[in-house]
Structure formats: structure tokens, C-alpha cells
């Protein structure tokens, strides 16, 4: 039974006799909202019609008894209550079609049969964390610390004992294992043995002396635990060793999905200034033998604001996966190759810091994004991204990035266009020849396709007829790869349908890092 001075104040308990101890207004799950109270005086109660309000309707109670110094949960659900809690076996529940609570601000009273206010609460959940309850604690109330995230029918985990070490939480920071150790009682606590176990592998540290309320935190480098570095993840567990007067907050778990070796999972490409009606992304390039999924991975950025990717979206071994900021992606990447980020990517188009995170955390890339590693000949980064040369380089490289020379402006899903070989055999073709410069027939189009031999180039793509009269011009000074395409559609550059007959259809190309230049053509023939 807990001692009475635990629960509340001597002025609290000469007014009152049962009090509202912990409430759960946002439970997750399955679970539903429940009120727990507290008998402080030395006699039972008879619950018989008293009430319990909210700040619109009361509830009548039947007659129910509850024993001094003895807990009763009040909810809607007995059996669900009952699945998602372990509550102690002397513990009174209590079905009743109790008001349903506000999941932001209200007020909890309870009535005796005479309707005399015997307790009340007021709360702003807000304030509070969601999926946990708020505990009593005196006469103020405060979030649940437990584990459990409650202590349905048991002493409030809030309430300060007289000698309690806490293991309050595991996190990933960067490449370290974070746990922080609280001295939650009212004395001075020794030095403590920590002990943290990774997958088996148990790691022993010492706190210092700590003060009532001072915190002590273990800091792991991941990079000392004899792990295979594989992406997956992995349970961490810390405890104390100590005998205290609260034995069930000596220890804390998680699981933690850990990095894969540094080099193997990169950023890859990044766009950071779309064109209207595109938007923001960033493409991850999986390099281990492993396929992942990205939901919930983490973009961060230089002001450490955190997007997660939300949907299931699957990237082989040597594939590529894309981060965007909304759906408009769709139209440049296939369907399973991206998922979107929450809140929306917001990277600064002139300078920022580009991170990609584990779902717990654990830094796995980096890159600084700046508007000045674009190459200095285009003449606008607006819808223009920056690629890496190397998949496998590392990303904080500053010359492994350049603009994307695709002619759409980026690559999202697929290889880099400063990525492909330089090809011995460049090429140039029409397909489908013949087409029909109708757009009421099915082959009303062709596209052009390319292969030059230099990295970047400035290009002129334009067509002729066979007596080197011009046509139209399909390309003109623009930035391009040593692979890409345009279509034409069979008209001149007055926008009138050619007549039927061959065409010569030129490339032009000037390498954007020398003055070399590469020409070629193809024969392309309009049919009726």
C-alpha cells in the first residue's frame, strides 16, 4: 500500500478524501481513457451516485467500494483496460460511461452523492506528452515518466522517494549511444554501476556523485561495440546497479536501428531550388548488400530541423531512393522509388547542411549544399541539381558535386547523368523513323537521343533539311550529359507541320570544362 504522505498534502487531505491521482485524456492504440483516484483517508467509500465530471456532463457512479489508502481506475472499457494495462490485482476498476475527455484542455471533478465537489483537476494536454498520463504530484501534476508510460493503480511515478536512481531514456546521437541516469530521490546518490548491453555485448560504466535531481548521461561510440555493422536493428538495454526504493525504473530499453558502414548509404543527389510545379528532394544511394525500406529515415538540415520519410519505400542493393517534399515527384520517378517527407524538406537554396539519419538517429551521411558547386556556366541553378560524379565518394567531398546535365535538370531514381561512362562510340539516333508529324496518329513524335563523349557540354540540337536549309532549333545553349534526349514533334520553328521527307537532325556540343567540341547527326524521316 503507499504511504499516505506520498499522496498528497495534509491542507489537500483535510478536504478531501478521495482524490483524482492520474488521468490518460491521449491514450494510444486500443487503450481507452481512464480516470484513476485515490482513497487517502482511513476508512472505505461507498461510490454510490456520486459523480464524475467533465467540463460539459457528469456521470452518476453505482455503488462501488473503495478501501482506505486503496486505488480505484474508472473506464469505459474494463476488458480493453485490462489488455492494455498490467494493473495490480487489488486494484478496484470500475466500468462507467464516464464523459469522453478533451485531447487538449478540460476539467475533471468528482461530486459526492450530494453533489459537493470533493476533487477537481484542470488540464492542458498540450503541455503535456501525448500517449502518456498525467500524474499527481503533490498539488501539481506533471507527465508520467514510468516506462510503461503509466502507473494505473500504482504509486505515481513522479512522486520523489528518498532514494531513487532513474534510467530515464536510451537516443542515437550521431554515432553515439546517449542514456541519461537522473538521481529522482531526495538524497545523495553514490557512484553507480551502469551497466548497458548492445546485442548481447554488456559495457560497464560509473556515474558520478549526484545531487537530488542532477542527471548523469553514458556516452557509447557506436564505432567501439563489436558489431557487423549491417543495417538492422539492434536491443539496447541499461540498468542500474543499486538497491532503491523504486526498482522498476532502474532500467530503460529500445531498440536501435544502427548505421551500416560509413561510405555504403550516401546522399546522392540533391535539389534544392525546384521549378514551380516540382519540388524539393533528396536521393539516398544504397550501396550494401542489404535492401532497405526509408520510411521513417531523416533528412535534417543545417538549423537541425527534422523531416522523416512517411511510406514504404523499398531500395535494393545499388539502387536509388528519393526523399521528396510532395507528391508532384510522381511525375519523375517510378512509384515505389520515393516517399515523402514530414513536415516538407525546406533546404536553403544558397548554402545548407544536408544530413540522413537513421529512423532512431544515428548519423549515416552528410553533405553541405551550396548554390556555388553548381557548374559556373549554366546560367541559373533554379530546377537544376547537384549531383555526385561517385556514388561511392564520400559526400563531404565538395568536388564530387556538379549540376545535373540532364536536360529536366536531375536524375531522382536513377543513375546520375555526370555519372555514365564516356562512351567510345558516340551516337546519335531518331526513333520511331518514320513518324507522322499528325497529332492524330498514334507515332506522331519522335525522340532524339544522344551520346557525347565529354562529362557537361553546352548543346545546340537542331534540324535541317537535306539541302541544309534550317528547320527548328530543339536545343539551344543548354546544359546537357553525355546521355539525354528531346522530342520533336514534326513542326519548324514557326510551329507550322513539315512537309513529308528526311531530315537532318545536328548536335552541337561544347565542353563546359575546355573548348573542345564534338559534332554529330542522324537522318530522321516525317512519313504521312
Given at each position: 500500500?503507499?504511504p499516505?504522505?506520498?499522496?498528497?498534502f495534509?491542507a489537500?487531505?483535510?478536504?478531501?478524501?478521495?482524490?483524482?491521482n492520474e488521468?490518460?485524456?491521449?491514450?494510444?492504440?486500443?487503450?481507452?481513457?481512464w480516470?484513476?483516484?485515490?482513497?487517502v483517508?482511513?476508512?472505505?467509500?461507498?461510490?454510490n451516485?456520486?459523480m464524475?465530471?467533465?467540463s460539459?456532463?457528469?456521470?452518476?457512479l453505482?455503488?462501488?467500494?473503495?478501501?482506505?489508502?486503496?486505488?480505484?481506475v474508472l473506464t469505459?472499457d474494463?476488458?480493453?483496460?485490462n489488455?492494455?494495462?498490467?494493473?495490480?490485482?487489488?486494484?478496484?476498476?470500475?466500468?462507467?460511461?464516464?464523459?469522453?475527455l478533451?485531447?487538449?484542455?478540460d476539467?475533471?471533478?468528482?461530486?459526492?452523492?450530494?453533489s459537493?465537489?470533493?476533487?477537481?483537476m484542470?488540464?492542458d494536454?498540450?503541455?503535456?506528452?501525448?500517449?502518456?498520463?498525467?500524474e499527481r504530484?503533490?498539488?501539481?501534476?506533471?507527465?508520467?515518466?514510468?516506462?510503461?508510460?503509466?502507473t494505473?493503480?500504482?504509486?505515481n511515478?513522479?512522486?520523489?522517494?528518498?532514494?531513487?536512481?532513474?534510467?530515464?531514456?536510451?537516443s542515437?546521437?550521431?554515432?553515439?549511444?546517449?542514456?541519461?541516469?537522473?538521481?529522482?530521490?531526495h538524497?545523495?546518490?553514490e557512484?553507480?554501476?551502469?551497466?548497458?548491453?548492445v546485442?548481447?555485448?554488456?559495457?560497464?560504466?560509473?556515474?558520478?556523485?549526484?545531487?537530488?535531481?542532477?542527471?548523469?548521461?553514458?556516452?557509447l561510440?557506436?564505432?567501439?561495440?563489436?558489431?557487423?555493422?549491417?543495417?538492422?536493428?539492434?536491443?539496447?538495454?541499461?540498468?542500474?546497479?543499486?538497491?532503491?526504493?523504486?526498482a522498476?525504473?532502474?532500467?530503460?530499453?529500445?531498440?536501435?536501428?544502427?548505421?551500416?558502414?560509413?561510405g555504403?548509404?550516401?546522399?546522392?543527389e540533391?535539389?534544392a531550388?525546384?521549378?514551380?510545379g516540382?519540388?524539393?528532394?533528396?536521393?539516398?544511394w544504397?550501396?550494401t548488400?542489404d535492401?532497405?525500406?526509408?520510411?521513417?529515415?531523416?533528412?535534417e538540415?543545417?538549423s537541425?530541423?527534422?523531416?522523416?520519410g512517411?511510406?514504404?519505400?523499398?531500395?535494393?542493393?545499388?539502387?536509388?531512393?528519393?526523399?521528396?517534399?510532395?507528391?508532384s515527384i510522381r511525375?519523375?520517378?517510378?512509384?515505389?522509388?520515393w516517399?515523402?517527407?514530414?513536415?516538407?524538406?525546406?533546404?536553403?537554396?544558397?548554402?545548407d547542411?544536408?544530413?540522413?539519419?537513421?529512423p532512431?538517429?544515428?548519423?549515416?551521411?552528410?553533405?553541405?549544399?551550396d548554390e556555388?558547386?553548381h557548374h559556373?556556366?549554366?546560367?541559373?541553378?533554379?530546377?537544376v541539381a547537384?549531383?555526385?560524379r561517385h556514388?561511392?565518394?564520400?559526400?563531404?567531398d565538395?568536388?564530387?558535386?556538379?549540376?545535373?546535365?540532364?536536360?529536366?535538370?536531375g536524375?531522382?531514381?536513377?543513375?546520375?547523368?555526370?555519372?555514365?561512362?564516356?562512351?567510345?562510340?558516340?551516337?546519335?539516333?531518331?526513333?520511331?523513323?518514320?513518324?507522322?508529324?499528325?497529332p492524330?496518329r498514334?507515332?506522331?513524335?519522335?525522340?532524339?537521343?544522344?551520346?557525347?563523349p565529354?562529362e557537361q557540354?553546352?548543346?545546340?540540337?537542331?534540324?535541317?533539311?537535306?539541302?541544309?536549309?534550317?528547320v527548328?532549333?530543339?536545343?539551344?545553349?543548354?546544359f546537357?550529359?553525355r546521355?539525354?534526349?528531346?522530342?520533336?514533334?514534326?513542326?519548324d520553328?514557326?510551329?507550322q507541320?513539315v512537309?513529308?521527307?528526311?531530315?537532318?537532325?545536328?548536335?552541337?556540343?561544347?565542353?563546359?570544362?575546355?573548348?573542345?567540341v564534338?559534332?554529330?547527326?542522324?537522318?530522321?524521316v516525317?512519313?504521312e
Amino acid at each position: 500500500m503507499i504511504p499516505f504522505i506520498l499522496l498528497c498534502f495534509v491542507a489537500t487531505c483535510a478536504n478531501a478524501q478521495l482524490l483524482i491521482n492520474e488521468i490518460h485524456p491521449t491514450p494510444s492504440g486500443g487503450e481507452p481513457e481512464w480516470i484513476e483516484c485515490v482513497n487517502v483517508g482511513t476508512r472505505s467509500i461507498n461510490l454510490n451516485a456520486w459523480m464524475i465530471c467533465d467540463s460539459r456532463t457528469c456521470v452518476t457512479l453505482d455503488e462501488v467500494m473503495i478501501p482506505a489508502r486503496g486505488f480505484v481506475v474508472l473506464t469505459r472499457d474494463t476488458i480493453a483496460l485490462n489488455e492494455s494495462r498490467w494493473i495490480p490485482k487489488n486494484v478496484v476498476i470500475v466500468e462507467a460511461n464516464l464523459p469522453s475527455l478533451n485531447n487538449t484542455t478540460d476539467r475533471v471533478e468528482i461530486r459526492n452523492e450530494d453533489s459537493v465537489l470533493v476533487d477537481s483537476m484542470s488540464y492542458d494536454a498540450r503541455r503535456h506528452i501525448r500517449g502518456r498520463t498525467i500524474e499527481r504530484v503533490g498539488e501539481t501534476w506533471a507527465s508520467c515518466v514510468a516506462r510503461d508510460s503509466a502507473t494505473c493503480g500504482a504509486l505515481n511515478s513522479v512522486v520523489t522517494l528518498e532514494r531513487d536512481v532513474r534510467c530515464s531514456q536510451i537516443s542515437a546521437q550521431d554515432d553515439l549511444i546517449v542514456i541519461d541516469v537522473v538521481n529522482h530521490g531526495h538524497t545523495v546518490l553514490e557512484a553507480t554501476p551502469i551497466f548497458v548491453d548492445v546485442g548481447g555485448e554488456k559495457i560497464r560504466f560509473t556515474t558520478s556523485t549526484l545531487d537530488p535531481g542532477m542527471a548523469w548521461t553514458v556516452l557509447l561510440p557506436i564505432h567501439t561495440l563489436r558489431l557487423d555493422r549491417q543495417l538492422r536493428y539492434e536491443h539496447v538495454l541499461a540498468y542500474a546497479e543499486i538497491n532503491d526504493d523504486r526498482a522498476e525504473n532502474d532500467s530503460v530499453d529500445a531498440d536501435l536501428m544502427f548505421p551500416p558502414l560509413y561510405g555504403t548509404l550516401m546522399i546522392n543527389e540533391v535539389l534544392a531550388d525546384p521549378q514551380q510545379g516540382s519540388c524539393e528532394y533528396v536521393e539516398v544511394w544504397n550501396g550494401t548488400p542489404d535492401t532497405i525500406d526509408l520510411d521513417g529515415w531523416i533528412i535534417e538540415d543545417a538549423s537541425h530541423v527534422r523531416s522523416v520519410g512517411v511510406g514504404k519505400t523499398v531500395v535494393a542493393p545499388h539502387g536509388y531512393g528519393v526523399i521528396a517534399g510532395d507528391t508532384s515527384i510522381r511525375n519523375r520517378v517510378g512509384q515505389d522509388q520515393w516517399t515523402l517527407a514530414r513536415p516538407a524538406l525546406q533546404i536553403n537554396s544558397t548554402t545548407d547542411l544536408i544530413v540522413l539519419r537513421t529512423p532512431s538517429g544515428f548519423l549515416v551521411d552528410s553533405m553541405t549544399y551550396d548554390e556555388k558547386l553548381h557548374h559556373s556556366i549554366i546560367p541559373t541553378t533554379k530546377g537544376v541539381a547537384l549531383e555526385k560524379r561517385h556514388t561511392n565518394v564520400v559526400s563531404s567531398d565538395r568536388s564530387v558535386w556538379t549540376s545535373s546535365g540532364d536536360v529536366s535538370g536531375g536524375t531522382p531514381g536513377r543513375i546520375n547523368s555526370v555519372s555514365m561512362s564516356a562512351s567510345s562510340n558516340a551516337t546519335m539516333q531518331a526513333v520511331p523513323s518514320p513518324f507522322s508529324s499528325d497529332p492524330g496518329r498514334r507515332l506522331s513524335s519522335c525522340v532524339i537521343t544522344w551520346q557525347q563523349p565529354f562529362e557537361q557540354a553546352i548543346a545546340r540540337v537542331c534540324v535541317y533539311r537535306p539541302d541544309g536549309s534550317f528547320v527548328a532549333d530543339l536545343l539551344n545553349s543548354v546544359f546537357i550529359a553525355r546521355e539525354g534526349g528531346v522530342a520533336w514533334s514534326g513542326v519548324d520553328w514557326l510551329g507550322q507541320r513539315v512537309a513529308v521527307g528526311p531530315y537532318v537532325v545536328a548536335i552541337e556540343c561544347v565542353d563546359a570544362s575546355s573548348a573542345a567540341v564534338y559534332r554529330d547527326r542522324c537522318l530522321v524521316v516525317v512519313g504521312e
